[in-house]
């Protein structure tokens, strides 16, 4: 089992729509979570950052953790073309240098 | 705002030459890390240098090697590349907060 799961996709939605995009994690370890958003042919640029449980929102981007599931999720308002990219999350132990990241969700936001 | 630079967008090899990728950041961070990003596998950890001339391999090591003479630059070397070696490399530094933030990448192609 990886240790951090994310569905492919790819994820078509309509502009304006709202979007959900989750990751799944096993180490009970990880403190951190990143939402990092990848453009095409482009290096990942970070989105979102937040510390054990609970919501961060900035913006149009939502971050939120549920350890107790152990289940992350990032949601997206009011989407735009602009939006479609692949996400990656990615889960991190205090103290460690190791990023543990999912292979990423893959978003087309159609205008 | 961080910014990480990689010295090639995009390389084309020979099987059995000798590569080097270059990254450099200007934050002043003390990690840098290598990743190679290939379709379904996602990120994986190929060497981190937690400070001058001191490094760490990571998940998959083997094939490379990694240079950090300066503080703001970490080079990867392949030391006689093979064609399982063509992907898209990542090179990222990380502040004291744990968040890390990627170069633009460099997509190599080896023949």
């Known amino acids: 089992q990886k240790e951090v799961e994310q569905d492919p996709g790819p994820l078509s939605v309509p502009e304006g729509a709202i979007v959900s995009l989750n990751c799944t994690y096993s180490n009970s370890a990880f403190q951190y979570f990143m939402w990092y958003r990848q453009y095409s042919r482009k290096g990942p640029e970070l989105l979102m950052y937040?510390?054990?449980?609970g919501n961060k929102e900035d913006g149009r981007f939502t971050a939120q953790v549920d350890k107790s599931s152990k289940y992350i999720s990032l949601f997206i308002r009011d989407s735009q073309p602009s939006d479609s990219a692949t996400y990656l999350c990615?889960?991190?132990?205090?103290?460690?240098?190791?990023?543990?990241f999912g292979t990423g969700t893959r978003l087309k936001v159609l205008a | 705002d961080v910014k990480v630079t990689q010295s090639s967008r995009y390389l084309v090899k020979r099987t059995g030459e000798k590569v080097f990728l270059e990254c450099v950041q200007d934050m002043d961070h003390e990690n840098m890390f290598w990743y190679r990003q290939d379709p379904g596998l996602g990120l994986r950890l190929i060497y981190f240098s937690y400070d001058v001339k001191m490094k760490e391999k990571g998940d998959i090591p083997e094939g490379y090697s990694v240079s950090r003479e300066k503080k703001e630059r970490f080079s990867l070397i392949l030391e006689s590349a093979s064609t399982n070696q063509t992907s898209m490399y990542l090179c990222?530094?990380?502040?004291?907060?744990?968040?890390?933030?990627f170069g633009p990448g460099t997509r190599l192609l080896v023949l």
């Open positions: 937040t510390y054990s449980s």
């Open positions: 990615a889960g991190v132990t205090s103290g460690t240098y190791k990023y543990i």
């Open positions: 990222a530094s990380r502040t004291g907060t744990e968040t890390q933030y």
